[in-house]
């Protein structure tokens, strides 16, 4: 099978989606009857880029100024598609949101609908992109792959669609993120000014969504000296309006207990999740939740909100919390600093759960999905 993969989200530094187009594509090379070309935006490969466009972080920004910005770009994107195929290809997957036009099978990734619980966290000419083309997008396509049962099932009932017509693909784990002995992550330590398992971890865009001011509540109410001991560090992009919460942050940043480090090199972030004393995803809404599988896989218990799809990320190894109970999480944070055997619980149930997930199985389904798109 000859599979046109879009693999646009690459240009940009890569967050959720573009990790998972990443791993797929490498998972993928692992079928014996699937051929992938990427369509990068600006021509096709074989071939992963190995980091972002030069440039692309400041172009973002310039098209939510440009009106019809967004309209004009998917116009010259769907030019370069038609005009780029070297050779006839059997299917089309689609990653991120809506596909473009294709006169064969068609699969989506449908990651989330966040758009529609929160579409505060889009720009609004993008959202209103979204809003225009993700019917069109999912009628399109034969299949619509998700990461969780709890998008397929938000998906199907929203669309009206029958269940047949959606694929559960849990996403898997990178293999950087395991278990790692305190003297293989020291330098990464001391550049951040911290000790083996003596902070916090919070990873994610800083965005509303994200709900990182719960973080930052529940580690500003920590006694003095534990706030000292465990300092709360943020990983992460600039996202849309993180103005929400700037006060909050510059406070806590100006007291010195919270370290916003933004977008780190992927192999940093795995030795911070691997040494951190637990991670703290306390997000509103996730279609899966990628950070809370890696830390789990990294030997870090973790503390999450019982929304969306992310229990059957973390199973019985979470620590669930409210998410407006800053309350809550401090004394969950209190007692995985206290309370050692739970700690050690915590970190056995996170090892178990992380084995559940791989890339080599999201890979397999999709597979299947491709063969089925195509009716075999």
Known sequence: MRIALNARILQAPRTGIGHYVAELVNALAGEPDIELSLFHGWGWSSSLPDAAMPGYSRLTPLLRQIPGAYEARRWLTQKRFDQGRS????LYHEPSLWPLSFDGPTVITLHDLTHLHYPETQPPARLREIERRLADGVQ??????????????????????????????????????????PEAIDAVLKAHGV???????????????????????????LPEALRQRFPLLIVGMAGWQR??????????????????????????????LAGARALIFPSL????????LEAMASGTPVILTRRSAMPEVAGVAGNYIEPDDPDGLRDVMRHLIDDQT???????????????????????????????AMGG
């Open 140 to 181: 399109q396509a034969q299949l619509i792959l998700t990461d969780s049962q709890y998008i397929a099932d938000e998906a199907q009932d929203y669309f009206a669609l029958p269940a047949e017509r959606f694929v559960v693909a849990p996403l898997g784990v990178a293999a950087r993120f395991h278990p790692r002995e």
């Open 195 to 221: 000790e083996m398992r003596e902070y916090f971890l919070c990873v994610g865009t800083l965005e509303p969504r994200k709900n990182l001011t719960l973080a930052l509540r529940a580690h500003a109410q």
């Open 87 to 90: 050779r006839a290809i059997d």
């Open 243 to 272: 103005e929400q919460f700037s006060d909050e942050l510059h406070q806590a940043l100006a007291k010195g207990h919270v370290c916003l480090l933004g977008y780190l090199p992927d192999e940093q972030v795995a030795q911070l």
């Open 285 to 292: 809404y996730e279609g899966f939740g990628l950070p809370v």
């Open 342 to 372: 739970l700690w050690q619980a915590c970190r056995k149930a996170g090892l178990q759960q992380a084995r559940l997930f791989s890339w080599e199985r999201c890979a397999k389904v999709t597979a299947r999905a491709y063969r089925q």
